[in-house]
């Protein structure tokens, strides 16, 4: 049995482009990102790809694979980006195609969250389970689907979008006419507008940057009770979501990550009390709730094992 | 090739029981129906359905296997049934086993909507599909998922239980400490208390009798305007768990059966438009909205179908 060889992460987020050489779960070299907006199109943002991959490759001769994770809809088995709504001129560009040309290396290209599903689900907090439900949470909401110890992507590929199912069927409407978007409750942004909403109804004015995940965390640990309330709402927001994976898929795990996960027992606990709850034995008698193993480089580690694993290598 | 060999499929629920031999999707006998609740426990009750599989294999000889759809928790791969709430003495029953001791005759326990599911996708309107969701609507709700090509059970074998998915994370509280399940909102009894409402606010007294799903159905096609809303109402809560099986499992096909779906276009018409208003291109260009094709023998083809599949049967 030959060891697992070395493979290029790709992040394609829609501010930077991050470009990671890893060895399983190790990210080993990188290369200064790419500022995504700095390019007015698709060809010279994959011209400028693949000049940091053959860098890379000059200093690691063993790479064997490229996976990409793309922030918007992809059609996996083609390696086909539908579409990128923050990123000009994406539209329909056969990225798998156009890598593979310049390198001649096998590529992936994937969703990011499925990508952080992926590393969660084979590297991570997740390794080895057959049912598994993984959410990112930062700005936006995503995540990825492990079903009978398969990844779920669905017909069209577009399966795993947690953060556009509604926790309330009379909602207001988001960004795809979906009412009660978990996202539009507990992303980023919504959570330091209630949170300011919050203060300000116990007649406590703060600037919107004082409200970040980040400080309301820092707060609730001083023993704030209006950002452990928020984290608390939070929780149940996000619970009645988990909640409803559990009904519908019986997972064995949840694994939640990203920058608004970085609270900690702040969130898991909440989480667990208003999750546990709602459900009967079979689904919680065996259930973990558990943190990402990987931030920030869970989508290079996801689209580096993903595209060494459809290679055929052992990963 | 063989052919399909004959197979028993046995419909268990709170108040009857039925017992069919199959051939194919075809019911070309049946015992008639065991008064559930006449028995009283496990003992008795697997003994009468032992005597009815009797006569039915004098009957037809080539019977090959034994499919039974419970209306509870059942851990499949081992055909214990663990619970079920309205049938006195049925708690971890070994069913499986059981009846195999018994009969000597290949059999599977399986929970009922699965059974349903599985019909529909092997026999039915799902046929060849890789991704389904399918919905039974009647006094609960229930429904089975089939994802990439493979029935979902999940960890505990509970996945599927889609009528126990929120639709508000602030409704009121149900069975299982759930909030706003789905199924306490269109549920047979839920839609009729809820049109004696909706006539009540117009000064129209009605029986809840008088507003029963199939009342509600003739009185729409008549025009009733009132009728017409509630079936709205109905379709707007429904597409809310629809959308967000879409959005996290992205199925070519929902199917939908059960007595309340006898209401036909009254229900998918206004289904169709609100799910269709909150998906985005991929989750909605390919997909179909389906009325299931069996009725009330969905539960016996299915456990009939899945029992002969299990035993290694061309079905």
New interface residues.
């Given amino acids: 049995m030959t060891d697992t060889p070395l493979a290029i992460g790709i992040d394609f987020g829609g501010t930077t482009i991050k470009i990671g050489v890893l060895f399983r779960s190790n990210l080993i070299d990188s290369a200064p990102p790419i500022a995504t907006q700095d390019f007015d199109g698709p060809d010279s943002l994959i011209e400028a790809m693949a000049r940091v991959i053959h860098e890379l490759r000059e200093r690691h001769p063993g790479i064997a694979a490229i996976g990409v994770g793309m922030p918007g ?1 992809v059609d996996f088995e083609n390696g086909i980006v ?1 579409n990128l709504t923050n990123v000009r001129g994406w539209v329909e560009i056969p990225l798998k195609k156009r890598l593979f040309e310049i390198t001649q290396l096998p590529t992936v290209v994937e969703n990011d969250a499925n990508c952080m599903a992926y590393a969660e689900w084979k590297r991570g907090a997740g390794r080895g389970l ?2 598994l439900i993984a959410i990112t949470m930062g700005t936006g909401v995503g995540g990825g ?1 492990i ?2 110890g ?1 990844m ?11 953060g ?7 909602g207001r409407i988001g960004a ?5 978007a978990l996202e539009d409750y507990v992303g980023n942004n919504e959570i330091a507008a209630d949170a300011r909403n919050a203060y300000e109804a116990q007649g406590i004015y703060k600037n919107i940057s004082d409200c970040s995940p980040a400080a309301l965390a820092t707060a609730a640990t001083n023993g704030d009770p209006i950002a452990m309330q928020v984290w608390d709402d939070v929780a ?2 996000l ?2 979501t988990v ?3 559990c ?6 795990a949840i694994v939640i990550g990203g920058g608004v996960a970085k609270a900690g027992d702040l969130l898991f606990a909440p989480l667990q009390k208003h999750l546990f ?4 034995g ?2 919680k ?3 973990s709730i558990l943190p990402a193993r990987f931030g920030s480089e869970a989508g290079m580690v996801g689209a580096a094992t993903l595209a060494l694993e459809e290679a055929g290598h052992v990963i």
């Fill in positions: 809809f539908h057959k049912h689907l079903v009978n398969q779920v992507r669905g017909a069209r590929y577009g399966a795993g979008e947690i556009q199912t509604s926790i309330d069927y009379q795809y006419g979906n009412r009660g149940r927001k619970a009645t909640m409803n994976g009904w519908l898929l019986n997972p064995e709850a709602q459900l009967s079979p689904f008698d065996h259930l």
